[in-house]
């Protein structure tokens, strides 16, 4: 395997599936089953789930509600998402330990990097909801955190598109993927892959972002064996 511990950073839009809101439990079920390959391959796996799908901070501060407020209604939503990936993962037969930016028993306790640590070495799926416990950060931030505390090899950002283009090649068919970037060039090109307050984290720590297609079945494990399928920021 080309890594031994790795933080996956999914989307809650991502769990929408073809749904406009919530969790499609098909997309629940094909995450927990390309999940436990990947631990079955010897791969230690924490994870940070946003929660987008369920209620976004910033969406609540536009509409006139405090921010602070928002965000830990955001991060509410987040543990929702993780306690629902928790679920899927033990009924996939994964022993899983649920923790979190706000501690609330008895659903999970506190994130604490030694927990975390013992309980992937113990073979556990570590989910890390609560986003970093604070106002004013995203999940892309807490995904930062997290994979800095943990050591791990790389964060692997699950999205669905098969990479970093030069545009949204969802919108532009004349978009070209990059096959690497460094984060000096992503920045340069106002590539938006990852807010800036967890960009400067993974450089200033030189912590790898790997940025593929979460949503095809077997890409996980494609990503944690080195098949070059997405983009490798670094």
């Known amino acids: 395997m080309k ?7 999914l989307s ?10 919530g969790i499609d439990p098909a997309m629940l079920e094909q995450y927990a089953k390309d999940i436990k390959e ?3 391959h010897g791969v230690e796996v924490a994870i940070v789930i946003g929660g987008g799908n369920i209620f976004r901070g910033l969406s609540g501060a536009a509409q006139g509600m405090d921010r602070v407020q928002g965000d830990y209604m955001g991060m509410l939503a987040t543990l929702i998402n993780s306690m629902a990936l928790q679920a899927e993962l033990e009924k ?3 022993k899983t330990e649920l923790l ?3 501690a609330i028993e008895p659903i999970c306790k506190e994130m604490s990097r030694r927990r975390a640590i013992e309980a992937m070495k113990a073979g556990r799926v570590v989910i890390i909801g609560g986003g970093s416990g604070n106002p004013f ?5 807490a995904s930062a955190l997290r994979a800095v505390e943990i050591q791990a090899d790389a964060i692997l950002k699950g999205t669905r598109v098969d990479g970093v283009y030069t545009a949204d090649p969802e919108k532009d068919p004349t978009a070209t993927k990059y096959p690497t970037l460094t984060f000096q060039e992503a920045l340069g090109k106002k590539l938006k892959i990852m807010d800036l307050t967890a960009f400067a984290l993974c450089e200033e720590n030189h912590l790898l972002i790997y940025v593929f297609d979460m ?6 494990l494609r990503v944690v064996s080195g098949e070059p399928i997405g983009t490798e920021v670094m």
């Open 38 to 40: 990947a631990v079955a």
């Open 137 to 141: 950060f995203t999940t892309d931030t």
């Open 3 to 9: 890594y031994n511990r790795v933080l996956l950073k």
């Open 215 to 220: 949503n095809r079945p077997g890409n996980l």
């Open 92 to 94: 996939q037969g994964l």
């Open 100 to 102: 979190s930016g706000l």
């Open 12 to 21: 809650g839009e991502s769990l929408m599936g073809a749904q406009s809101y």
